[in-house]
């Protein structure tokens, strides 16, 4: 046929141009032959044999540049007259052999040569893998950020951090080695695919999705697993879906399978990395005027009452009720917040920057509408998840004249709701808390208990009182209010009309009721600030009782073996040897209270007869490191229970007596604590003592003696 002849022709004289190395020429011949002209086979042949000499071309200019780096100049020209024997129009051939060429020319290498060899061998196409790595690693980290939406609902709690820190782990390890492999792959081909290879990648995606999921529905406890169902099914879909098309693919080439593996796993890393992504306790803080303008002064304030909420809490309450530590509410650490700066245009590119920073999970909007009324938004991954608009007369507080303060009172409630809301998904955040589930307490605690933001004047005690009923009343749960509000109560009775016993029994009830402060495990830290607290009050009151001599001499034993039990179990908590606190905040209180805890030990084994007195005396020197002003007043009142031993010598005595004299002139210094050293029962034997009577006196009370010798 004539058709047939000239496809024959046109394979004929195609084989002669491919097996002299022109390649391009072949490749055209080939492709001229149509279907229609009948036997076409010839050209598919044809083609294929072109594509396989040009395949092994590029592989000899490959070897022969290897050969370059490694110095076998000869062998590099052997390689690539033969790529060029294979490919007469291989470019890259040419300039291998013009670059041996010129290497050839110069024997001795020099600093430039190897400078240059060494830029255009390495430090250039490493260069363009770190650029395309790290833009790829940015893309995917943004699409993580951008699944984290879906994958993660609003009212989702977070797992724990051991879960989400592995399973984010993998999952940036797997988002880097796709933004890694893909140009290293393509640039310098590290080895060629195998059967193996697929296997291994296929193993890889099983056991990747399938410990994911696992680690999933673990952390996710009872029904909390439908809300990540999302998670689940993509995983499963993703997973199964690489595993099939790389297995079942067998028409495709191993290149093409371990594309899909590759492809399979960078899914599954964005799908862990979002899922992590979407649980941080990373929180934005801004706050508005009702303009709109950004009040960066207020920001700031509220971004310092998220990191230490509560921590104005009464250094010292009245009747050594409290410990010199504080019970600070907040446990979000510094790192963990931020705020947006004033000004429009760098607000403008801040609020652009942080909407695509992947990592930020919550956002918090506070709109202060005037000094009464503050509207919140607080969003989790862009998704609205609560809102709130509270007024003063909400929160049932005083008028108040001083508008700064006003709106520190409407920011420090912004800050109570914040933090109630994202304690409900991030658990950790509950035991500072303190039981705590409604925010209306949380602020009106607060409120009460800091010296900012309640007015100095006469109606103060009795206005925190109120506000720290309030709070109980609003939440029963809230331990910190409730303690809070028990010494308020009491800290405005006189000190001669004070039950101190009625008062430690009244602590002890609520320390040792059912699910209360005393059930609480040490492993939970966050607690241990007040129970500190606690156990110091009620050691401390149940002391004053047992010397008060108005209670009988039953009730004093009660009251001996009651305050034995709170000072040694607050003496446990203070000793490093017996428990080792992890926060660096109880570790300082832990120090600060221990010489505290130790001379409560030693108060009661003051008052311990089977104890010697000389053994006693030997206890309280005044040889050591100096004092607080809280310890000396503690000691102070050691001393005056060693002066009550009956056992005791006179000139032992008036010893004590003198050291509770020495450690009150540095003790007592404001008017508070000679209020409290008047009516503390353990200075009751120093009432007629002169000095005592001096130190213990008010300055309007000595003007009035001298005004009245000045009359007589």
Known sequence: MPSDTVVQQACKAADGHRLAGSLDRAKTLYQSVKASDGDQWCAVDGLRLVAERHQDAVELVTAGQLMIRSGDLAGAEDKFDDALRLDAGSAAAVAGIARVSDLKSRLLPTAVSNSDRFYRDWALPLGRLVVVAAIGMLVLYALAGLCSRWLVKVDAVAWPAWIRRTMGSVGAFLLFAAAVMAPLFAMFSPFTPTWTECWVGALVIALVGVGAAALVLWAARGDEWLRWRALLLSLDVVMLAGILSMLLSSALSYDVRLMFVHITLTVIGVLLTAAALGQNLRLQVEVQQSDGSVNAASSDYLLARMKGLGTETPQSLHKSTSTPGNSPLSQIPVEELSVLPAGKIVGSLTRLFFALRPDLTWRARVTLVDDNRVAISLSRNGQ????????????????????????????????????????????????????????????????????????????????????????????????????????????????????????????????????????????????????????????????????????????????LVSARESADELNRLCDPSEVVWKGKELQRQQAAMRPLARNLVDSFNALQETTEAGQVTAQHSHEGPPASPRLAYDHACTHMLIARRRDLGDEARQQQTEYAIEDLRYAIVTDGDKKEAQGDPCFTELRSDPRFRRLVSTPQVRRRKRLRTETL
């Open 384 to 559: 609205h998840a609560a809102s709130a608009v509270f007024s003063r007369p909400d929160l049932h507080l005083p008028e108040d004249p001083d508008q700064e303060r006003a709106k520190a009172q409407m920011l420090t409630g912004a800050a109570a709701f914040i933090l109630v809301q994202l304690s409900a998904v991030h658990e950790a955040l509950q035991d500072g808390l303190y039981g705590a589930s409604q925010w209306r307490s949380v602020a009106l605690q607060v409120i009460a208990c800091s010296k900012s933001l309640l007015a100095e004047d006469e109606t103060r005690d009795a206005t925190k009182v109120r506000l720290l009923a309030k709070a109980v009343d609003e939440d029963p749960q809230n331990e910190l209010a409730l303690f809070e509000y028990l010494w308020a109560s009491y800290g405005l009775q006189p000190h001669e009309e004070t039950d101190f016993g009625g008062f430690a029994q009244a602590i002890d009830a609520q320390y040792h009721r059912c699910e209360g402060v005393s059930k609480v495990s040490d492993r939970r830290e966050g607690w241990m600030p007040l129970k500190i607290r606690i156990l110091y009050s009620s050691a401390t009151q149940w002391l004053n009782g047992y010397v008060d001599p108005g209670d009988t001499d039953a009730d004093r034993t009660a009251m």
